[in-house]
């Protein structure tokens, strides 16, 4: 099994930049589609990005496109989440998980990690 941790969360203003990360550990010989969730208070969890097993092919929620930069290093069995330009309405808790590719959707795989906790001030 496989174990995820994100990182790099905090308190920013508005307009400023976070990088986040997500370590997996555990049975990680395989790579696995990645993407990133986000979960505002009283709201559903919600697709933020996804990234493919060798990173050749990304996708974007449109609320996040231009300002988002999903990567990953295989060699370190980690994922990345570059936030731009960031806006209060991006304040959530976001996770990583592994996904499959499902007709344009990406359901998750593993069970759900702590996640890291992104508060933007206007």
């Known amino acids: 099994q496989v174990q995820l941790v994100e990182s790099g969360g905090g308190l920013v203003q508005a307009g400023d930049s976070l990088r986040l990360s997500c370590a997996a550990s555990?049975?990680?010989?395989?790579?696995?589609?990645m993407a990133w969730y986000r979960q505002a208070p009283g709201k559903e969890r919600e697709f933020v990005a996804v990234?493919?097993?060798?990173?050749?092919?990304?996708y974007y929620a449109d609320s996040v496109k231009g300002r988002f930069t999903i990567s990953r290093d295989n060699a370190k069995n980690t994922v990345y989440l570059q936030m731009n330009s960031l806006k209060p309405e991006d304040t959530a808790i976001y996770y990583c998980?592994?996904?499959?590719?499902?007709?344009?959707?990406?359901?998750?795989?593993?069970?759900w990690g702590q996640g890291t906790q992104v508060t933007v001030s206007s």
């Open positions: 998980n592994a996904v499959r590719f499902l007709g344009g959707t990406y359901p998750p795989l593993l069970d």
């Open positions: 555990g049975r990680t010989d395989g790579y696995y589609n």
């Open positions: 990234i493919s097993q060798r990173g050749g092919y990304t």
